[in-house]
């Protein structure tokens, strides 16, 4: 029996349906039932009028996204500490990870609001003109214009600068990872940028830090403190690549987590630390 040909045009857009999904939700469940919903949606339309199955999708998928985002953004309201997309591990879809879209810049959308961070990657990611985003949004043309543009200026500084080598990363991680178990004050201090920041990802169902922590002296601070009780308990269990950031996975005191670097010109000038279990489930197989 040949295949439905209305069933392949969605299967050919669903790759970019969850792209734009993960990216307006930074949650990969979420995307995937929005995805699952415009699916149900588009069996029960009348495709034979839709035009442009990928413009009618795109605008369903971000519609239902725009919607998931209200009680989104209610529950991390009353998130228990700090909120983090949940990590995307490479290897993962080659287009998504031509997004340039690394977990610094993901945090970085978190402060626009949903219209203004729809804006900017339907038209700044996704390649979307500007009158078809501004229908998606049922605004104006020139509403939607100020709506990009006010994004983009929020966003500017937390745009990728450059990709360091692979092989440079990786050997920045194992250092760092090895200074914070010893507690070497010297080697932390030689590779945390001045102005660094830390954010920790428990979800309140295990320990992390509740607010962000900012500078390099603090945070050395910390991680000899973390060392003197932890040290023994740090085990380091591979490199990961983390929405676009080198950094690793490990186990501290029996309970996994990820921690994402975003390092700039030889120095960490952001580390992301999601511990969060339901956030990690992908990597367990739970």
Same mark, same amino acid.
């Given at each position: 029996?040949? +295949?439905? +040909?209305? %069933? #392949?045009?969605? &299967?050919?857009?669903? +790759?970019?349906?969850?792209?734009?999904?993960?990216? *307006?939700?930074?949650?990969?469940?979420?995307?995937?039932?929005?995805?699952? #919903?415009?699916?149900?949606?588009?069996?029960?339309?009348?495709?034979?009028?839709?035009?442009?199955? @990928?413009?009618?999708? $795109?605008?369903?998928?971000?519609?239902?996204?725009?919607?998931?985002?209200?009680?989104?953004?209610?529950?991390?309201? $009353?998130? =228990?500490? %700090?909120?983090?997309?949940?990590?995307?591990?490479? =290897?993962?879809?080659?287009? *998504?990870?031509?997004?340039?879209? %690394?977990?610094?810049? *993901?945090?970085?959308?978190?402060?626009?609001?949903?219209? &203004?961070?729809?804006?900017?990657?339907?038209?700044?990611?996704?390649?979307?003109?500007?009158? &078809?985003?501004?229908?998606?949004?049922?605004?104006? +043309?020139?509403?939607?214009?100020?709506?990009?543009?006010?994004?983009?200026?929020?966003?500017?500084?937390?745009?990728?600068?450059?990709?360091?080598?692979?092989?440079?990363?990786?050997?920045?991680?194992?250092?760092?990872?090895? @200074?914070?178990?010893?507690?070497?004050?010297?080697?932390?201090?030689?590779?945390? @940028? #001045?102005?660094? %920041?830390?954010?920790?990802?428990?979800?309140?169902?295990?320990?992390?830090?509740?607010?962000?922590?900012?500078?390099?002296?603090?945070?050395?601070?910390?991680?000899?403190?973390?060392?003197? !009780?932890?040290?023994?308990? *740090? &085990?380091?269990?591979?490199?990961?690549?983390?929405?676009?950031? =080198?950094?690793?996975?490990?186990?501290?005191?029996?309970?996994?987590? $990820?921690? @994402?670097?975003?390092?700039?010109?030889?120095?960490?000038?952001?580390?992301?630390? $999601?511990?969060?279990? #339901? !956030?990690?489930? !992908?990597?367990?197989?739970?």
């Amino acid at each position: 029996m040949p +295949p439905d +040909p209305s %069933t #392949e045009i969605f &299967e050919t857009q669903r +790759p970019r349906l969850l792209r734009l999904a993960y990216r *307006m939700l930074g949650a990969h469940a979420e995307a995937e039932d929005v995805v699952q #919903e415009a699916w149900l949606r588009w069996h029960r339309s009348d495709r034979d009028r839709v035009a442009e199955p @990928a413009a009618w999708l $795109t605008r369903i998928v971000s519609r239902l996204c725009l919607d998931a985002m209200k009680s989104a953004r209610f529950r991390r309201e $009353t998130y =228990p500490g %700090t909120w983090l997309p949940e990590p995307l591990i490479e =290897p993962a879809d080659e287009e *998504m990870r031509a997004d340039n879209i %690394t977990l610094t810049l *993901m945090v970085a959308l978190e402060r626009l609001s949903p219209l &203004e961070r729809a804006a900017f990657l339907l038209h700044d990611v996704f390649n979307q003109p500007m009158d &078809e985003v501004a229908a998606t949004l049922q605004r104006s +043309p020139a509403a939607t214009r100020q709506l990009a543009a006010r994004a983009r200026a929020h966003v500017r500084v937390d745009q990728p600068r450059y990709e360091i080598a692979r092989e440079d990363s990786r050997a920045i991680v194992e250092a760092f990872f090895e @200074a914070c178990r010893l507690g070497d004050a010297t080697a932390l201090g030689s590779m945390l @940028a #001045e102005e660094v %920041t830390l954010r920790s990802d428990g979800g309140g169902k295990v320990m992390a830090f509740p607010n962000a922590i900012h500078g390099m002296d603090r945070l050395v601070r910390l991680y000899l403190g973390l060392s003197r !009780k932890l040290g023994g308990r *740090m &085990e380091f269990l591979g490199h990961l690549m983390i929405d676009g950031l =080198p950094g690793f996975l490990s186990r501290v005191d029996g309970h996994l987590q $990820t921690s @994402a670097l975003d390092i700039s010109g030889g120095r960490i000038t952001a580390i992301y630390i $999601t511990r969060n279990p #339901e !956030k990690l489930a !992908k990597l367990t197989g739970a």
